[in-house]
């Protein structure tokens, strides 16, 4: 669906600050895939999203939509914007219309929507994000700071976009918040198709809703893989600030105490069938 | 002198205007048409905590916390009901509060004011008058406690989001506080600034015996405070130590909150146990279960 190749990006380039946040990094995300983006801040993770939808052009390196370059010469930006939807850190920060409905049917109405279509999306948008009906009309700054993120969000999924791209959308929401995004994100991935790529610094938001997870260090891709594949090299994330679920290190920790316990659980629910496998052997 | 901050039947609603946008501390809207009346942001909370103790206030978005922490030093006073901190009530001389109540804030990016590093932490020292010898003094000393000394001379936009957070912590720290405030600290940082802040709180609490209260929705963090004050609807909803309060797994969950993964993952297994560490996670899984037969 969407690939990115070698790419490198240069901030501050041939200014003493010159610093390279992406230093010939690849990434790709299939069809109905949801990939986790972890990394310690300043390891590229935010650059790397906004070349996804071309608001970065790389100093080297390609992004291929659907196999076809996003930079080459004819290619339309706009359509890759509508197909690549970007959620940003505290979306909430970016509404600006008067009522909920007209924030969410900014990206509709871009995209040369009638208004039949407009309102379609905005209702299917708001049901998505479980948003009720009834606060269409509403001014969204007298919304809560969980409903407002719900807002940014669905105005994104108004475009239906084929991949949707989320930074730390659940930054700073109380656990039901966060669980109830997250939820919502799954829902939209698994009624249209999309491909999701989420960054988080929550090993736990990955466990419970990533089938393959990226671990950028230092503007590049260092482990990439499956759950199984990127958890059970701890060594490597503990080496750059990260860390397995808090689940899996208590798993660990009752392997190192004897009990052999398998420790390839990352959610909690795991967790407790490996500990009672234990128990019914 | 014990108690060092006293709530006594504080309510408080904002004025409708803000209500909805500084709720958040988002920027307020332009629309004119504001039609809602909004439930008061603290109904009648009684709160005592004593000198040296660490409190974790948790709660769902718009539950009351953040009123609460501005409450704390005066940046908001009470409708009706008292809030006194170290023997002064918080409608009083703003100076002398402020000196008493440091508060840092989410965004470390918002509370930076200066160019290099020390001056500013320095910068509330120099806004009162203080002689520069003892602001060197007092700088140094407060960058010592957070462990950021060797970045004194740094730009502070080019530290991360931990050093930056240590240096806001720093710049309270300098007026020698006798309350440390925070308000979700750690809510933007990656799990490795997370335990810079963290590990910093914890240490200047016990080697000099600041008093924390502090705002986090991480049920992990709140485990290693003394005390966890849990609000709802503008009012304190369960108060007591980590272990009373994450035992209450089911109301928590009514308020929006969870427990920590390892009490989680205890009460799923049926243990009688609200383990707050890994460590005790671990032990009290194995103890129950190596008297089982396992092949």
């Keep these: ?281 | 002198m014990d108690e060092i901050i006293r709530f006594e039947h504080v309510s408080y609603s904002y004025p409708t205007e803000v209500a909805a946008a500084d709720k958040d501390g988002a920027a307020s809207g332009s629309s004119e048409d504001r039609s809602v009346t909004p439930a008061p942001a603290l109904n009648g909370v009684s709160l005592a905590v004593r000198r040296g103790e660490t409190v974790a206030l948790l709660g769902h978005n718009g539950s009351g916390k953040s009123t609460l922490v501005k409450m704390l030093n005066g940046m908001l006073t009470p409708d009706t009901g008292t809030v006194t901190v170290c023997g002064m009530d918080t409608g009083g001389d703003p100076l002398k509060i402020r000196q008493q109540v440091g508060l840092v804030f989410q965004n470390p990016d918002n509370q930076i004011v200066a160019t290099v590093v020390d001056e500013d932490v320095a910068f509330a020292l120099e806004n009162l008058g203080v002689p520069p010898a003892e602001i060197r003094e007092r700088v140094d000393a407060a960058l010592r406690d957070v462990g950021m000394s060797e970045y004194k001379s740094h730009a502070p936009h080019r530290l991360s989001g931990g050093q930056k957070q240590r240096v806001a912590i720093a710049g309270v720290l300098a007026m020698n506080p006798t309350v440390l405030a925070l308000d979700e600290p750690t809510a933007m940082l990656d799990p490795k600034g997370r335990v810079e802040v963290m590990e910093t709180v914890r240490r200047l609490n016990a080697e000099k015996g600041v008093t924390v209260v502090m705002v986090t929705h991480h049920m992990n963090e709140a485990a290693l405070f003394d005390r966890v004050v849990v609000m709802d609807k503008g009012a304190v909803a369960l108060d007591g130590s980590p272990r009373e309060v994450f035992r209450r797994a089911e109301e928590l969950q009514a308020l929006g909150l969870t427990v920590p993964q390892t009490v989680a993952l205890a009460q799923a297994l049926g243990l009688d146990a609200a383990p707050l560490t890994e460590e005790e996670c671990a032990d009290a899984i194995y103890h129950a279960y190596k008297g089982e037969p396992h092949c």
């Excluded at chain 1, 991935?189 to 466990?207: C, F, P, W, Y």
């Excluded at chain 1, 060594?235 to 390839?264: C, F, M, N, Y």
Aim: glycine share 10%; aromatic share 6%.
């Design chain 1, 1 to 281: 669906m969407l690939k990115a190749e070698n790419l490198t990006y240069i901030y501050g380039q041939n200014t003493p600050f010159e610093t390279k946040a992406l230093d010939g990094a690849d990434f790709s995300v299939s069809a109905g895939e949801f990939a986790g983006l972890i990394g310690h801040t300043g390891s590229g993770k935010s650059t790397l999203i906004q070349h996804l939808n071309g608001l970065l052009k790389p100093h080297s390196g390609r992004i291929l939509l659907e196999g076809r370059d996003i930079w080459e010469k004819g290619a339309k930006m706009r359509g890759v914007r509508f197909a690549v939807g970007l959620v940003f850190q505290y979306p909430e920060y970016q509404l600006f219309e008067e009522t909920v409905g007209k924030d969410i049917a900014f990206g509709p109405k871009a995209m040369g929507l009638s208004e039949a279509e407009t309102d379609e999306r905005v209702r299917e948008a708001m049901e998505f994000t479980g948003l009720g009906a009834d606060l269409a009309e509403k001014s969204p700054f007298d919304l809560s700071g969980g409903q407002k993120r719900r807002v940014a969000i669905a105005g994104v999924i108004a475009m239906r976009p084929k991949v949707l791209v989320l930074d730390e959308p659940t930054a700073g929401l109380d656990p039901s918040g966060r669980r109830e995004i997250l939820t919502h994100i799954q829902d939209y991935r698994a009624q249209t198709g999309a491909a999701v790529v989420l960054v988080t610094h929550s090993m736990e938001d990955i466990a419970r809703v990533a089938d393959t997870v990226t671990v950028l260090s230092r503007a590049k891709p260092i482990l990439r893989g499956t759950l199984d594949e990127v958890f059970s090299r701890r060594e490597v994330l503990t080496g750059i600030g990260l860390d397995v679920p808090a689940v899996t290190r208590v798993l660990l920790r009752l392997r190192a105490l004897g009990l052999d316990v398998d420790a390839g659980a990352y959610t909690l629910e795991d967790a407790v069938r490996a500990v009672k496998a234990v128990r019914a052997c």
